[in-house]
């Protein structure tokens, strides 16, 4: 970094992707293709680059759904109630047994 040659937003980009990459093995190809999406914001454009796409990332998965219930709930349909088991769960007997996600008919679509 002192000599100039990288940026130390590209140093903090690669050593969380090379730490990122022994979390999930089965998912190394998807670490490495965002790896070096993020290498590339971070050499063009810096921390900001690196700031716009994980913003994209961060809308993609807002935007997904899987089996018909939002992949980021309860944040990103925002649900005050169910916010207090984002950050740490509350004990199994506090919890309510139906989820609020499922659908009231019996009709699936």
Known sequence: VSAGLIGPAMVIVISLTAVATFIVPPLIDVGTILRFVLLFGAGVLGLF?????????????????????????????PDIAKLKDVLVRAPLWSMPRTHSFRQKSGRRS
């Not at 690196?50 to 980021?72: D, N």
């Open 49 to 77: 680059g690196v700031t716009i796409i994980l913003l994209e990332i961060l809308i993609h998965l807002a935007s997904l759904k899987s089996f018909g219930v939002p992949y980021l709930t309860p944040v990103a349909p």
